[in-house]
């Protein structure tokens, strides 16, 4: 056989395979990676951004839109949780959605009342049933199951009703949706699927109807991971987790009581980059703030000066090295009418001994 002959044949064993085997991989995100090990279950409202999961107050906070396709998963990979292996038979996993949507700005329209995920290791598939309010049910094809526990996938299944639901590892306690083409608020429903590694999630969103899931970054509470598992720029300090991921182009702060996010890109030309997310205690008048602010490489001596009225109570900087940014964390307290972000102007010492200042946006 003529080395040409042996690729023709190859190549229609190959195509063949492909046409035989499409509608097993229906909606599955291979370029989407994360992590498995805790497990936790939790529904949190995301307002309109790139997720702000059950914020009190936030302010400067806008969506982000990422690619889903592209990423290196050899870059930090993040190793797998435990699992059943093979033999394990499906186990179904109920999410109610019947308030999914209550308390946020805009609600939108009545969508499903539950989603039912159900999830076999032996297979490796997994299946939605959307239900509606009615009790009536529809069911997806199954799309394949990532073999890896340290995967996710995701499909859009709600249409007008903005729904999407997915597989991800459990460990992953907390996310910023990133949406396309623009901003939407949300809520997220989740539940663990025992034995797995894997948690079942939902999402429900009050975008139109070509509003998709671009992606997503998420945290296990002490790194934050792109959509497909590498390790990003980020650092905790006290209760706040601040990250940088510069392939999405996505900032943003995990922490205690807000988590807010932001597109690099959203930045008004001349500003440094930065978000805020504030906290009103009950019955006071004042407001305490969390501001990042993304500062050059090696930028050190940060100091702050406040808007009137308000108090730089700390200002932390964690140095990126010689090539990532500065991650600059201040906490002020302000009046809770007219904080805005607390900080008037930033200042700090490059490499080099000169000195850098400028206006957040």
């Known amino acids: 056989m003529s080395t040409d002959t042996f690729e023709d044949e190859l190549r229609s064993l190959l195509h063949d395979t492909v046409d035989a085997e499409g509608p097993a991989y229906v909606d599955v995100d291979p370029d989407v990676v994360v992590t498995a090990g805790r497990r936790v279950v939790r529904r949190r409202r995301m307002a309109a951004g790139a997720g702000i999961a059950a914020a009190v107050l936030a302010l400067g906070v806008t969506g982000a839109v990422v690619g889903g396709a592209g990423h290196d998963r050899a870059v930090d990979p993040v190793p797998a949780g435990p699992s059943t292996g093979p033999g394990r038979g499906p186990i179904a996993v109920t999410l109610d ?34 239900i509606d309010p009615d009790g009536r049910t529809t069911s997806r094809p199954a799309a394949t199951l990532p073999a890896n526990p340290g995967f996710t996938t995701y499909a859009e299944v709600g249409g007008d009703a903005g729904l999407v639901v997915g597989v991800m590892p459990a460990s992953a306690t907390d996310v910023v949706s990133a949406w396309f083409p ?49 390790s990003v720029q980020s650092a905790r300090v006290g209760d706040a987790l601040a990250f940088v991921d510069q392939t999405q182009g996505l900032f943003g702060i995990f922490g205690a009581h807000s988590t807010v996010s932001k597109r690099l890109s959203d930045t008004p ?90 206006t957040i946006g």
């Open 269 to 358: 030309a001349g500003a440094l980059p930065a978000l805020m997310t504030g906290r009103v205690p009950d019955g006071s008048v004042t407001m305490d703030g969390t501001v990042l602010v993304l500062l050059p490489a090696g930028a050190e001596d940060v100091g702050i000066t406040p808007s009137p009225g308000s108090t730089v109570r700390s200002v932390d900087a964690v140095p990126g090295g010689s090539t990532d940014q500065t991650l600059v964390l201040v906490r002020l307290t302000g009046p809770r009418q007219s904080m805005g972000t607390g900080v008037e102007r930033i200042r700090w010492t490059n490499p080099d001994g000169s000195e850098g200042s400028g």
């Open 97 to 130: 959605l019947s308030d999914a949507l209550e308390g946020l700005q805009a609600p939108g329209p009545p969508g499903p009342s539950s989603v039912r995920v159900e999830v076999d290791d032996h297979a490796m598939t997994w299946t939605v049933t959307v």
């Open 182 to 230: 623009d901003p939407v608020e949300s809520s997220r429903s989740s539940a663990p699927v025992p034995g797995t590694g894997r948690q079942v999630f939902a999402i429900r969103h009050t975008g139109a109807a070509e509003t998709v899931l671009a992606g997503f970054d998420w945290t296990d509470g002490e790194q934050v991971y792109t959509a497909a598992g590498s």
